[in-house]
C-alpha cells in the first residue's frame, strides 16, 4: 500500500463522509440570466429570518428556515422565466410565506405554508383556480404558473 492510500484510509476512518445526496437533490441553481429581481426578492425573503414571534401583532410563528428554504427556492426557479414585474413577498400568520404577482389582468399567488406544501391562487379575468399543490410538484408548478403569467 503506498503512503497516499494509508493517507486517505486514515482520512476516511477518522472523518466520515456525510451524505449529501438528499441534501443537494434540491437546490436550484440560477441559470445565466435571471430576472433582475431575483436578488431583492432573495433579499426580501432572507429579511424574515429576523422577525420574532408576535410578529403580526398577534401571537403569529415566524416562518420556520424550511419554509425560507423553500420561498429562496421558489424565487430563483421563477426568476428564470423573464418577467420584468417583482412579485411582492410577505410573510403570512400562521408562519407561512407569500410571493404574488399581478399582471396584466392575471394574479398569481402561491403561499408556502408551514407544512411545505403550496397553496396556489391564479386568476385570469373571471376564472379562478385554487390548489394545493404536491410536495414533489411545487417548484417546478411556480416556474410554469409564472410563464403562464407572460402569455
Excluded: C
Amino acid at each position: 500500500m503506498t503512503q497516499l492510500a494509508r493517507t486517505t484510509g486514515d482520512l476516511d476512518r477518522r472523518r466520515p463522509v456525510p451524505d449529501l445526496s438528499l441534501q443537494w437533490e434540491e437546490v436550484v441553481v440560477p441559470g445565466s440570466d435571471p430576472a433582475p429581481w431575483m436578488s431583492d426578492a432573495l433579499r426580501a425573503v432572507n429579511a424574515f429570518e429576523e422577525l420574532g414571534p408576535g410578529w403580526d401583532g398577534g401571537d403569529g410563528p415566524v416562518p420556520s428556515t424550511e419554509v425560507l428554504q423553500l420561498a429562496r427556492r421558489i424565487v430563483v426557479e421563477t426568476a428564470q422565466v423573464q418577467i420584468g414585474q417583482a412579485p411582492h413577498i410577505g410573510p403570512v400568520p400562521g408562519g407561512g410565506v407569500q410571493i404574488e404577482w399581478h399582471l396584466g389582468g392575471r394574479d398569481l399567488e402561491l403561499e408556502i405554508l408551514p407544512d411545505l406544501s403550496l397553496g396556489l391562487l391564479a386568476i385570469d379575468g373571471e376564472r379562478v383556480f385554487a390548489q394545493e399543490v404536491s410536495i414533489v410538484e411545487r417548484v417546478p408548478k411556480a416556474r410554469a404558473l409564472v410563464e403562464w403569467l407572460t402569455r
